[in-house]
């Protein structure tokens, strides 16, 4: 099924205005963005490249709320800003109807990063969160299927640490994030 989202075109919000208007999570999410920094220089030069891609467009699925928005967005936003490839964020509690396109493991996780071509047509997408990342939570999911178990929550925290852990390994978030994003874009 090919999904269009030109219905969402100019329905979001800037990455600015989505910073400026955090209610929770600003100070790290800014700390995020201030320290981003470019791993290599080839990374560096293939978003610098996109300028020329006039043929795409990103939406972002976020939340102010989510621990992952908060560490691998802001370098999101900055590998972005150096494509110059125009970008907005869809709050996901007002965008309910995308999110459902991109549940992960049945269930709503942001962010989601969807690249579609000027007409709408989705192209490629990628997240909630780097695949490294990703892995625990889904082998977590599969060992743990009953969410109302008495010890649930407790096993999730401990997940959550791993996760946390697993972001900050060799380069950082800054190096898994970019470039996961410069593989999914470079088959677009």
Not at 60 to 71: K, P, S
Request: charged share 25%; net charge negative.
């Amino acid at each position: 099924m090919t999904v269009n989202l030109a219905h969402k075109f100019g329905k979001g919000i800037t990455p600015g205005q989505f910073i400026a208007g955090m209610q929770r999570n600003q100070e790290a999410f800014q700390k995020g963005y201030d320290s981003f920094a470019w791993i290599t220089a080839e990374d560096r030069q293939f978003f610098e490249g996109l300028q020329s891609r006039a043929d795409l467009r990103v939406l972002i699925l976020a939340a102010d709320w989510c621990g992952d928005v908060v560490r691998s967005v802001p370098v999101i936003f900055r590998a972005l800003e150096a494509s110059g490839l125009q970008t907005e964020v869809l709050i996901v509690e007002e965008h309910q109807d995308v999110m459902d396109h991109y549940l992960t493991m049945g269930g709503r996780a942001v962010p989601i990063v969807i690249f579609v071509n000027n007409q709408g047509v989705v192209q490629g997408h990628w997240g909630p969160r780097p695949m490294h990342v990703q892995q625990l939570m889904i082998q977590f999911k599969q060992d743990n299927p009953d969410r109302e178990a008495s010890d649930y929550e407790e096993k999730i925290s401990v997940v959550r640490k791993m996760m946390a852990e697993k972001y900050e390994e060799g380069a950082g978030v800054n190096a898994t994030v970019v470039a996961e994003l410069r593989a999914l874009i470079s088959e677009l």
